[in-house]
């Protein structure tokens, strides 16, 4: 059977699945975000094989999620760092992280807490309105089609609901 290419639909979560659509590659932008950044201490933290590992990171590093850095000579050794893509990820990661508080924590309670220096208070993301800072659910918000959209394999019927035609 024949493996989907996720980067090839027309629809933008499926095209960010097809980078980060694994714990593995999640994790590693969350240690990288925290502030772990070379391949040991990844390694130590999450306990990931290093052959997933490195897979991991050549993959966040071809997408331009992360880059890396040379900090060491004989043998080379690399730091990764988020790129500006990598960054912009961040804030997607928090929603997910405060859907799992939410749902997923347990009794124990959430495992991390995200302090926000701007203001000083420990906080929650959320996803707003970037044109009036209301806060974006299911119930308030409608699906337009986007210059992008077509009808396609992995968006067979959304296409036609938002009314786009075939190519």
Not at 103 to 119: I, K, M, N, T
Request: aromatic share 6%.
């Amino acid at each position: 059977m024949a493996r989907t290419d996720f980067s090839r639909i027309a629809c933008s979560i499926a095209r960010s699945a097809a980078i980060v659509g694994d714990p593995w590659a999640l994790l590693v932008v969350r240690d990288i975000a925290v502030g772990l950044h070379r391949f040991d201490e990844l390694q130590r933290d999450l306990g990931v094989a290093t052959n997933v590992l490195s897979d991991r990171l050549q993959r966040l590093v071809n997408a331009e999620v992360l880059e890396r850095h040379l900090y060491e000579r004989n043998p080379d050794r690399f730091e990764y760092r988020l790129t500006e893509k990598g960054q912009d990820l961040v804030p997607a990661l928090l929603a997910l992280m405060a859907w799992g508080d939410r749902w997923e924590s347990g009794f124990d309670g959430a495992p991390l807490r995200v302090h926000h220096q701007d203001c000083g208070h420990v906080t929650n993301a959320v996803v707003a309105c970037e044109q009036c800072g209301e806060r974006l659910t299911t119930e308030t918000v409608d699906y337009l089609p986007g210059a992008g959209g077509r009808v396609a394999p992995g968006t067979a019927l959304i296409g036609h609901l938002l009314g786009k035609t075939k190519d």
